[in-house]
T-cell receptor, first 115, second 116 residues
Framework: DQQVKQNSPSLSVQEGRISILNCDYT??????FLWYKKYPAEGPTFLIS?????DKNEDGRFTVFLNKSAKHLSLHIVPSQPGDSAVYFC??????????????FGQGTILTVHP | SAVISQKPSRDICQRGTSLTIQCQVD?????MFWYRQQPGQSLTLIAT?????????ESGFVIDKFPISRPNLTFSTLTVSNMSPEDSSIYLC?????????????FGPGTRLTVL
């Protein structure tokens, strides 16, 4: 039972354009959501998060949007840069971010940004 | 931030053998975890490594198959026992640093295991 789904295995965009990565979840108890970025031969690194009490969180070029009614979140990268090319994982947890470590991950989306 | 090292970085093992993976952190941590990423799949939490006591396993994972030790705050091992080709995965440890929040979870580089 895949509770967090990233339905696009890959995404290709041009440098300078917007990248939009999508994530859907089924567990209505999830109330904290995170995005991680992973380069080859490295572990995932935390990128940005959002609590369910918000619908948007922004950090520089990265913005995460949450639509609770649709159980959907998205990560926007503007403008996209070649160095953003990586695998992006969506993750979710229960307990408002206090349930340390119990993250449920999506399958990941491979983002390629072309110069 | 934290520097997390894992040994070995990769290994190729024969069916029926066991492999122990080490995770070392250069900072004081509160929580340590072990994840598995099977080919083409998402990361799945195996267990929480508890200092000085038995690990807490997630559904579908058992101590006999994945014994875990955590003798101190900065070190943990995961053993993959009696391996089969289905155990071929990337195994990652992750930590939450002392005094930092949930979203500061750091991951190690992973151990790529291939079972023949």
């Amino acid at each position: 039972d895949q509770q967090v789904k990233q339905n696009s295995p890959s995404l290709s965009v041009q440098e300078g354009r917007i990248s939009i990565l999508n994530c859907d979840y089924t567990n209505s108890m999830f109330d904290y959501f995170l995005w991680y970025k992973k380069y080859p031969a490295e572990g995932p690194t935390f990128l940005i998060s959002i609590s369910s009490i918000k619908d948007k969180n922004e950090d520089g070029r990265f913005t995460v949007f949450l639509n609770k009614s649709a159980k959907h979140l998205s990560l926007h990268i503007v403008p996209s840069q070649p160095g953003d090319s990586a695998v992006y994982f969506c993750a979710a947890s229960e307990g408002g971010g206090t349930s340390y470590g119990k993250l449920t991950f999506g399958q990941g989306t491979i983002l390629t940004v072309h110069p | 931030s934290a520097v997390i090292s894992q040994k070995p970085s990769r290994d190729i093992c024969q069916r029926g053998t066991s492999l122990t993976i080490q995770c070392q952190v250069d900072s004081q941590v509160t929580m340590m975890f072990w994840y598995r990423q099977q080919p083409g799949q998402s990361l799945t939490l195996i267990a929480t490594a508890n200092q000085g006591s038995e690990a807490t396993y997630e559904s579908g994972f058992v101590i006999d198959k994945f014994p875990i030790s955590r003798p101190n705050l900065t070190f943990s091992t995961l053993t993959v026992s009696n391996m089969s080709p289905e155990d071929s995965s990337i195994y990652l440890c992750s930590v939450v640093l002392l005094g930092q929040g949930f979203d500061e979870q750091f991951f190690g580089p992973g151990t790529r295991l291939t079972v023949l």
